[in-house]
């Protein structure tokens, strides 16, 4: 039984008790109606718990009932307000029927204006959620066909802004990718794969642990749900971004790109099944005192720099290196991730002006909504081995609009001063990769991997 089954059974069945409370208990002799005011006591006393308990399960059930299908939603934001309105009006009968002492001392007319004031206060609680989530009642009842263009996936990739300035997944997470929606509970299956339990979340969608029962192999599924995105036409939009990762990493074939088994969509969600990784993001040695030794990182980059130049030769840029995406696995191997906004460099429905990534690990040219090249990815590359070589990226600001600025036109600052001792080579490799002007970059990634071994020969010479 899902969760959401759970919390309405329960509460249908804490509302069947709190309405039966009265009749039930009359029926017990020890309380049948006397001209003592004792059993009248005990029943007003077995009913307002009743309704104090429905009501206290409503609220509970409005924390942690999942909202990711409409109907849970409407359900989840009326359940509280309808409540409460029901509740007053068995308490008022109660108090009428079982406590009339109770009813004199508080006085007829203080009664009735402090009653009428609540019920008002509650109907108009309950028609104010009704009137804002109205859209999400009538997408519930909406045609079949209507419904499919209204609730499709909202993927992670984002378009400039502050929020985009933290990282969204990856955090650690033995996955090789993580998104997130709230759901109740992991769907028994997706496509062919049996899903066997939860590994992250995002922004958006989950990470599942999967298996292909026909081959016995483990896979990681990123799933995404269909009716995150209110605009019908950004989710057509999103959830076309969504299969592109699909056709862009599914074509590559690379030891240092995570490998994409299958794509699909089931049971209201979209999901990519993945080659299965464990190991640790770069964003671990991204802050001090957790710096990666440079021996270990000459070679992870290098690594890198040598998936991004395949990747380019098929035609596929990245446009969202940074430290969660790029996994150390357990067996010392480098994966990169999450090609979610990688654009196809021959796809004609690439619109430029169109800015995807996360803003600190951008190059110029993608935050003017430029056509980008390998280059961009060349720059992004800098930024996260700057970073993991200081502890912080090379460009900061308070804001987005300053952080963009830096970007674009504020020289980073020198790494030899920073941290002297840093071999002049690798300074180099850095310094090239972080030219604002693309022609003065590397050509190619080919040609930064080179660079980057050169640098641990002259170490080890």
């Known amino acids: 039984m899902s969760t959401a089954a759970r919390w309405i059974l329960g509460y249908g069945a804490l509302a069947l008790a709190a309405l039966l409370a009265g009749p039930l208990t009359e029926m017990l002799p020890f309380l049948s109606p006397t001209d003592s005011d004792g059993p009248y006591s005990i029943r007003f006393l077995f009913e307002s718990?009743?309704?104090l308990l429905w009501w206290t399960y409503a609220l509970a059930a409005c924390w942690n009932l999942p909202d990711h299908r409409p109907g849970l939603r409407f359900f989840q934001k009326i359940l509280v307000p309808?409540?409460?309105?029901l509740a007053l009006i068995l308490s008022d009968q109660a108090l009428r029927d079982d406590a009339p002492l109770l009813m004199n001392r508080i006085g007829p007319q203080s009664y009735a204006v402090g009653f009428t004031a609540l019920l008002v206060s509650a109907a108009a609680w309950f028609t104010a959620a009704w009137w804002l989530h109205r859209d999400t009642l009538r997408r519930v009842f909406a045609h079949p066909h209507t419904a499919s263009r209204a609730h499709t996936l909202a993927h992670v990739t984002r378009t400039v802004s502050q929020a985009d300035t933290a990282d969204y997944h990856h955090d650690d997470t033995p996955s090789a990718s993580s998104t997130a929606a709230?759901?109740?509970g992991p769907p028994e299956t997706l496509g062919r794969y049996k899903v066997l339990k939860e590994l992250g979340r995002g922004a958006m969608g989950v990470v599942y642990l999967g298996k292909d029962p026909t081959i016995q192999r483990?896979?990681?599924i990123k799933a995404m749900h269909l009716d995150t995105i209110e605009d019908a036409a950004r989710a057509r939009e999103e959830k076309a971004r969504f299969f592109r990762e699909a056709e862009s990493t599914g074509r590559l074939s690379h030891p240092n790109i995570v490998t994409i088994y299958d794509a699909g969509e089931d049971q209201g969600l979209v999901f990519l099944a993945m080659e299965m990784l464990e190991g640790t993001t770069l964003k671990h040695w991204a802050r001090k005192p957790n710096l990666m030794p440079m021996a270990q990182l000459i070679p992870t980059f290098a690594a890198v720099a040598d998936a991004l130049d395949y990747a380019h030769q098929q035609g596929v840029v990245h446009?969202?290196?940074k430290p969660a995406n790029i996994m150390v696995t357990q067996q010392h191997g480098v994966k990169v991730m999450?090609?979610?906004v990688a654009k196809m460099a021959s796809s004609s429905k690439t619109h430029p002006h169109i800015v995807l990534g996360t803003p600190t690990y951008m190059s110029p040219e993608q935050l003017s909504g430029k056509k980008v090249d390998g280059r961009s990815d060349i720059f992004s590359l800098g930024v996260v081995l700057y970073e993991l070589l200081l502890g912080r990226p090379p460009f900061t600001?308070?804001?987005?609009?300053?952080?963009?600025?830096?970007?674009?036109h504020t020289p980073h600052a020198p790494l030899a001063t920073l941290r002297p001792g840093l071999p002049a080579a690798?300074?180099?490799?850095?310094?090239?990769?972080?030219?604002?002007?693309?022609?003065?970059?590397?050509?190619?990634?080919?040609?930064m991997a080179h660079a980057l071994r050169a640098c641990l020969h002259r170490q080890a010479a």
């Open 338 to 340: 999450d090609f979610g």
């Open 82 to 85: 309808l409540t409460s309105v």
């Open 319 to 321: 446009r969202d290196i």
């Open 426 to 447: 690798l300074i180099d490799v850095v310094d090239c990769a972080l030219q604002k002007d693309a022609a003065q970059r590397y050509r190619r990634a080919g040609e």
């Open 218 to 220: 483990f896979v990681a």
């Open 182 to 184: 709230q759901t109740d």
């Open 397 to 408: 600001a308070e804001n987005v609009p300053a952080l963009l600025y830096a970007i674009a």
């Open 49 to 51: 718990a009743g309704a």
